[in-house]
């Protein structure tokens, strides 16, 4: 789904802001109609963020149901004639919308965007009322799962997953206009013509430009300074690029595909401009290659979480979140658990960053759920995670898929994080999501990330992946405060996985830690441990050939569910909540800026 864009023949109008708000714990609004009219009784609630932070006390933080949002927008005036699409960026988890009284769309999942064609219901000139009814409720059926516990004290979201269950309008909202012929889809795979290390080598990128209407198709391709490098007619073709500057991790050097549809007098009908990078990406053995150069992940697995907005996209924390990733010398991240933002991954291909992809398919575990505070006998089976839930799945590949596909910077997707994968039972469930993804995604590899319980021998689901991701806590949750036995069993399991002859990522590893405890003898969730155990691991990765990546987990201090395991939240931030270092940063750059 394309990104609305100001162009020659396209306007947006944002709707960011502040909505009218009312929660819903009855669940009444539906029946009794609240987008008919003004919402009663109304707060107000500010777009992108999450509300369960914003007003203090336990009702918002923990409602469990549906939220009412409302806002008026007058649509302009000079958009008589045009396309107008209401488009929402994300809304968690679902959401159904009204224009004035008529509904225009539902949407499930929270991380990707939906839109709708609202031409009918607007008049230009006028104002409109917006409602959106946004659920935060996990089931079986949703993707990350989840169950709702009733008790006598009111409904309470129980889930498998390390992060709190923020919700509501987490992205921007926007109307905006088309013409009524589109340009509906574009898609870009980059390609390397000869030896891809080459200086300037000849590059190729392949388009495909799906049009709503008639109207004939010519692509320009123009440099970072907008001179024209080639161009072609017609809606599909391959273009080559002579002396291509390549996009690179730490450069991210971008082309734009200016993408126009031309009525029958040859007058332009609609234009988009789509950013394109070249670059290849490659496993070949245990190398993970981007522009046939070896490649090795440095960073992190993040999270969308800041106080008071919780997962609500800010532009600041944002460009703060990447300027502390330049000052530590990562060069990558995982957006863990669940697709991010589109700003964050036009920031990553913008600056060179290079992501991997991961959908909200989170918490299918029932041992990591022990953990966290939900207790399940099995979670794949026809009551739990079932074939149902593998439908929502498979929708929210497609959906991230067609979202991120022209990002140069995503270079590997992760269908899931840490699912239970050594019972004949998980790997029936996710063997048609490997099918599928690989049916979707013709040049990128493919992966889930391991869990620490469905060690090499026993898991089932690594052989469907092209790259070995593993979350290893040697030296926590297992060999804890015992870090020379986590050193030896680390670098035993790796030499396992080494087994499979393909690239290995560690995409977690780490330890609690509260800033400002310091201790000489190097007890659990001190600053001193936290360093420690980094050592330890970075010192087997450098042993083990296999090794292509490592991602402390986590970047920075994040939100989680109430419980006995953890304090105001997870502390294994290599930075606090508010984004200061603790001490293993000064560790982390001084290894990631040296090693070059
Ligand atoms: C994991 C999960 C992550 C948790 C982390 C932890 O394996 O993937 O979501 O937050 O461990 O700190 O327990």
């Known amino acids: 789904m394309l990104r609305p864009q100001d162009t020659a023949t396209r306007d947006r109008r944002s709707l960011t802001g502040l909505w009218r708000f009312r929660a819903d714990a009855e669940g009444v609004g539906r029946d009794e109609r609240w987008f008919a009219a003004p919402l009663a009784g109304a707060r107000d609630m500010p777009v992108p963020a999450s509300y369960n932070d914003i007003v203090p006390g336990r009702e918002l933080h923990d409602h469990v149901g549906d939220v009412w949002y409302q806002t008026d927008v007058r649509v302009p005036r000079g958009w008589a004639d045009q396309r107008v699409v209401l488009r929402f960026d994300a809304a968690t988890h679902r959401a159904t919308v009204w ?24 008049t230009p000139g006028e104002t409109v009322r917006v409602t959106a009814v946004v659920d935060n409720r996990l089931s079986w059926e949703s993707i990350p799962p989840g169950v709702v516990v009733e008790t006598a004290h009111g409904p309470r979201q129980k889930y498998m997953h390390d992060f709190f269950n923020y919700a509501g309008l987490h992205r921007p909202v ?5 013409p009524t012929t589109f340009v509906a889809d574009v898609t ?14 000849t590059g190729t990128v392949a388009y495909d430009v799906a049009v709503a209407g008639e109207g004939a198709v010519r692509v320009r391709l123009l440099d970072a300074e907008g001179a024209e490098v080639t161009g072609a007619q017609g809606a599909a073709g391959t273009l080559t690029v002579p002396d291509a500057h390549l996009w690179a991790p730490g450069d991210g050097y971008q082309y734009d595909l200016v993408v126009e549809v031309l009525g029958a007098d040859g007058a332009l009908v609609d234009s988009y401009t ?14 993970f290659l981007i522009n046939g150069r070896p490649f090795y992940f440095r960073g992190f697995g993040m999270h ?6 919780g997962k609500g996209h800010d532009d600041a924390e944002m460009v703060h979140d990447f300027e502390l990733l330049d000052w530590i010398g990562a060069n990558s991240f995982r957006t863990s658990h669940y697709p991010y933002a589109e700003e964050v991954l036009d920031y990553a291909d913008a600056h060179g960053i290079v992501v991997i992809d991961e959908t909200a398919a989170v918490g299918m575990n029932a041992a990591v759920g022990a953990v966290i505070g939900m207790t399940v006998d099995q979670v794949f089976s026809p009551d739990t995670v079932s074939e149902r839930t593998r439908e929502v799945h498979a929708q929210a590949i497609r959906e991230l898929f067609a979202r991120d596909k022209n990002h140069p910077s995503v270079v590997l997707w992760s269908i899931s994080n840490e699912p239970e994968s050594h019972t004949p039972e998980s790997e029936e469930y996710f063997r048609p999501l490997f099918e599928l993804a690989r049916e979707l995604e013709q040049h990128r590899p493919i992966g889930f990330v391991n869990v620490m319980y469905s060690p090499a021998d026993v898991d089932r689901l690594m052989k469907y992946s092209d790259v070995v991701m593993i979350n290893r806590y040697y030296g926590w949750y297992s060999d804890s405060a015992d870090l020379a036995a986590a050193e030896a069993n680390l ?12 690239p290995i990522i560690m995409t977690e590893y780490g330890a609690d830690t509260v800033a400002g405890l310091h201790d000489l003898s190097g007890s659990m969730w001190s600053e001193e441990y936290q360093e420690e155990l980094l050592d330890v691991y970075h010192r087997v990765f450098d042993r083990v050939g296999a090794m292509a990546g490592e991602h402390v987990w986590n970047f920075a201090d994040f939100q989680t569910s109430r419980g006995i395991v953890r304090v105001d939240g997870n502390k294994k931030g290599v930075f606090t909540r508010d984004r200061r270092p603790k001490a293993a940063a000064h560790l982390l750059r001084r290894r990631w800026t040296e090693r070059g």
């Open 491 to 502: 670098e035993a399991e790796l030499r396992q996985w080494e087994g499979h002859g393909k």
């Open 99 to 122: 224009v004035g009284e008529t509904e225009v769309m539902s949407h499930e999942g929270g991380y990707t965007p939906f839109e709708a064609d609202v031409t009918a219901h607007v």
């Open 188 to 201: 870009v795979v980059p390609g390397i013509e000869g030896d891809p290390t080459a200086e300037r080598p």
């Open 274 to 287: 789509q950013k394109v990078g070249i670059r290849t990406v490659e496993v070949r053995g245990t190398d």
């Open 174 to 178: 926007w109307l905006y206009s088309t």
């Open 304 to 309: 969308e979480d800041h106080t008071t907005r």
